[in-house]
């Protein structure tokens, strides 16, 4: 049983790092120089998003692979495709575990006594129409800041309403801070050499990270929608 699904593990992981490696290397490379209608692969390719962040999120909890060390390294690798820090993405996703119904999570909801519907779709529309993806991508710039500025960031986002606060301390911590720099540096050489590498065609790379930022933000708290309030899944 173990070797199976150790087997079907690879096949996938595989399976979703041949279709990064076509949107960022061989695509730019080789097939839109020869005819810019090859461009067409990237729609199938924003099609398996939510498989990718499926693999991702199984490294996240460890069983991707049974050993931890080969766990890690290939979502680190898909998380680099995906466009993420993986240090951060694992951070959020086990915060999302805990605190998922709760105050600190509850996007969808609102509390007419608070605020107003308007006021609160302002935030809210964004996210799901690919906000939260690009936030993930975005936080790469956060690379660049020294430790002192992370807790100053912890200190303005802390909240009993956001999980920002908690996510940004976890990701600051010394080890977990090192990793997310690391990473976030692997992200943006991937994709500033996928960049240059589309040329005049860079535009389609765009589309396609934007589709994957609406398949992500749209899907991202769909399985908790009309669930009980106050009772955070945990598994």
């Known amino acids: 049983m173990a070797a199976r699904q150790t087997l079907i593990s690879g096949v996938l ?4 790092a041949g279709t990064l490696v ?4 061989i695509l730019p490379v080789w097939l839109l120089p020869a005819d810019p209608r090859w461009g067409w692969l990237l729609v199938p390719v924003v099609l398996t998003t939510v498989p990718l962040w499926s693999l991702i999120h199984e490294g996240i909890h460890g069983t991707l692979l049974r050993d931890r060390r080969w766990n890690d390294r290939l979502a680190r690798v898909l998380a680099t495709g995906y466009g993420a820090p993986f240090a951060l993405l694992k951070a959020g996703h086990l915060l999302h575990h805990r605190y998922s119904r709760t105050r600190r999570e ?3 909801v609102y509390d007419p006594a608070v605020t107003t519907w308007l006021a609160a779709a302002r935030g809210y529309y964004p996210r799901l129409l690919g906000g939260l993806y690009l936030l993930e991508a975005a936080s790469v710039v956060l690379a660049v800041v020294p430790a002192a500025g992370w807790r100053w960031l912890v200190r303005r986002t802390d909240s009993l309403d956001s ?4 996510l ?7 080890d977990t801070l090192r990793r997310f720099r690391i990473e976030a540096l692997a992200v943006v050489a991937t994709y500033a050499a996928a960049v240059a590498g ?16 609406l398949l992500v933000s749209l899907a991202d708290n ?4 009309r669930t009980r309030l106050e009772r955070p899944w945990t598994r």
């Open 22 to 25: 076509l949107q960022l290397l």
């Open 13 to 16: 992981t595989t399976a979703a």
């Open 163 to 166: 999980v920002t606060g908690l």
């Open 168 to 174: 940004l301390d976890r990701v600051s911590r010394r």
């Open 198 to 213: 589309y040329g005049r065609h860079a535009w389609m790379l765009a589309a396609a990270v934007g589709g994957r930022a």
């Open 106 to 108: 509850r996007t969808e």
């Open 222 to 225: 769909a399985y908790h929608y």
